[in-house]
C-alpha cells in the first residue's frame, strides 16, 4: 500500500504562486502516473493535473491551464503542483493520487486512487 504525504500549501494573495509536493513510499514510483485534485468547500473533487509515469506527458484541467505545471522526480518519489497567478477560486484541500495500474497513462480521473491526506490552499482576494 503506497502512502503519499502532500506539502507546501498556505495562505496567499491572489496572484501569488505556491508550489506543492506529494512525497511517496515505495520502490515502484516510477511505474505509475500520478494525479493532483482538488476540493473546495461544498463542491465535489476535481481534477486538476496528471503526468505519466515517465513525466513525459502531461494533462491539465482546462481551469489551471496555463497557471499550473506538474512534474515529477522519480529518483525522489516525488511529484510537484507549481501554481502561479493564483485566483480566490483555486482555493480548496489539494490531494495527489497515484493511478491504480502500472505503466497505465490514462488520464480518467476514476483511474486514479491511493490518496494522500491533502493540504490546504487558500487564495485571498
Known amino acids: 500500500q503506497v502512502q503519499l504525504v502532500e506539502s507546501g500549501g498556505g495562505l496567499v494573495q491572489a496572484g501569488g504562486s505556491l508550489r506543492l509536493s506529494c512525497a511517496a513510499s515505495g520502490r515502484t514510483f516510477s511505474s505509475y502516473a500520478m494525479g493532483w485534485f482538488r476540493q473546495a468547500p461544498g463542491k465535489e473533487r476535481e481534477f486538476v493535473a496528471a503526468i505519466s509515469w515517465s513525466g513525459k506527458t502531461t494533462y491539465y484541467a482546462d481551469s489551471v491551464k496555463g497557471r499550473f505545471t506538474i512534474s515529477r522526480d522519480n529518483a525522489k518519489n516525488t511529484v510537484y503542483l507549481q501554481m502561479n497567478c493564483l485566483k480566490p477560486e483555486d482555493t480548496a484541500v489539494y490531494y495527489c493520487?497515484?493511478?491504480?495500474?502500472?505503466?497505465?497513462?490514462?488520464?480518467?480521473?476514476?483511474?486514479?486512487?491511493?490518496w494522500g491526506q491533502g493540504t490546504q490552499v487558500t487564495v485571498s482576494s
Open positions: 493520487a497515484r493511478h491504480r495500474a502500472p505503466l497505465n497513462n490514462n488520464y480518467d480521473p476514476a483511474n486514479f486512487a491511493s
